[in-house]
C-alpha cells in the first residue's frame, strides 16, 4: 500500500496539512500511521465529514459522575471526590513502583507539598503523583465523552509531562512509542501495529449500544497489551477503567496496590479465565460502595444533628 504525508494529503483534500495532522490525532483517518514525528496516510483514506455541533447527541450524565464532578468544581476536599483524587493516585502510582506514602500523596493534593521522609525522595515520585491528581481531575471534567486516541494521549502527556524521563528524553509525553522503544515486553503489540490496533479497539467499543463491567475489563486487557507508550500504560489503563465506569453507570473501583500481585495475573489469564481478574475489582468495587455509604453518613451528619438540636 502506498501512503502520502500530511502536506501531500491536504493538497488533495484541498485542506491544510495542519487539518489533515488534526484528523490523525483524532483517530478520524483509518490507517494512518504515525512514524518520527511524522503521519503517513494511505492512498485509499477518505476525507472525513465535518462533524455538525447540532447532530450530536445530548450527554447523559450518571448520578455518581456527576457528584464528583460538582465536589471537583466547589474544591471540595472532604468527600467522595478527595477520597477518588487520593486513593486512586496512591494506589496505581504504587503499582508502578512510586514510593511515597498515602500520606505524603495527600500532602501533595491538598496543600502542595511534600514533608520530608526518612530515605531519599525520587523527584518523578513526586511529580508524577501530582500529574496522576490531575489526570483525575480530567477525566472528571470529561467523564461522559466518548472514549477517542486524542483523549487518551491527552492523559499519557498530562501523566507523564515535565517527569525527569520527559527531560531526559526517555519518554515522549502524548506520543507513542517507536520501533526504537527500550521496551521489550513479550506480550507488548509492534510499534508498527499499534496505531491501527488502538483505533480498531476503540471503534469496536465505541459501538457497543450496552455497556457492562466485563466490556470494561476487556478493553483495558486488549489495552495493556498493545501497549502504546513508553511508560505509563498501567496508569493509563486505570484511569480509562475508572472513567468508563463512571460513563456507563457502573460502580467504579480502586485497584489496592496490595493485589497487584492478582491483578496481573488476571491480565495475563483473561483469555482463559475471566474469573481471576474479574473477582479482583468486584472486591474493589465493594470497597468503594462502602465508601459512597459512609461518606453518605458523613454528609447527613450535620442535617441529622441539627434536627436533633430542633427537637430539644
Known amino acids: ?25 483524532e483517530g478520524r483517518i483509518p490507517g494512518a500511521i504515525q512514524k518520527d514525528n511524522s503521519w503517513l496516510i494511505p492512498e485509499s483514506a477518505k476525507k472525513p465529514e465535518k462533524r455538525n455541533p447540532a447532530d450530536a447527541v445530548p450527554k447523559t450524565l450518571t448520578p455518581l459522575g456527576s457528584k464528583l464532578a460538582k465536589q471537583k468544581k466547589k474544591k471540595s476536599y472532604h468527600g467522595l471526590y478527595d477520597y477518588v483524587v487520593i486513593n486512586s493516585t496512591y494506589s496505581s502510582s504504587r503499582m508502578a513502583s512510586n514510593r511515597l506514602t498515602r500520606d505524603q500523596i495527600e500532602m501533595i493534593f491538598r496543600k502542595g507539598k511534600v514533608f520530608v521522609a526518612f530515605e531519599p ?97 476487556d478493553f483495558h486487557v486488549r489495552f495493556e497489551i498493545i501497549f502504546p507508550f513508553e511508560d505509563g500504560n498501567g496508569r493509563i489503563g486505570r484511569l480509562i477503567m475508572f472513567k ?15 493485589r497487584r500481585g492478582r491483578y496481573l495475573e488476571g491480565l495475563q489469564f483473561w483469555k482463559r479465565n475471566k474469573r481471576v481478574l474479574t473477582e479482583v475489582v468486584e472486591e474493589s468495587q465493594q470497597r468503594f460502595l462502602a465508601q459512597i455509604a459512609l461518606q453518605s453518613v458523613m454528609e447527613r451528619g450535620p442535617q441529622i444533628k441539627a434536627f436533633e438540636e430542633t427537637q430539644e
Open 121 to 217: 525522595m525520587k523527584v518523578s515520585d513526586v511529580i508524577e503523583a501530582l500529574n496522576h491528581c490531575v489526570c483525575v481531575d480530567y477525566i472528571l471534567d470529561h467523564f461522559s465523552d466518548p472514549l477517542t486516541i486524542q483523549l487518551i494521549k491527552k492523559l499519557h502527556y498530562m501523566l507523564m509531562f515535565g517527569t525527569v524521563d520527559d527531560r531526559k528524553g526517555r519518554v515522549k509525553p502524548g506520543e507513542y512509542r517507536t520501533e526504537k522503544s527500550n521496551r521489550r515486553e513479550s506480550f507488548a503489540m509492534k510499534a508498527e501495529k499499534l496505531y491501527a490496533s488502538l483505533y480498531a479497539l476503540i471503534k469496536e467499543y465505541e459501538k457497543k449500544e450496552e455497556y457492562a463491567l466485563r466490556d470494561i475489563l
Open 244 to 258: 468508563e465506569c463512571l460513563r456507563h453507570n457502573v460502580t467504579p473501583f480502586i485497584l489496592d496496590d496490595k
Open 1 to 25: 500500500m502506498n501512503y502520502f504525508n500530511a502536506k501531500e494529503v491536504g493538497e488533495m483534500w484541498g485542506i491544510s496539512a495542519q487539518q489533515v495532522r488534526i484528523y490523525c490525532r
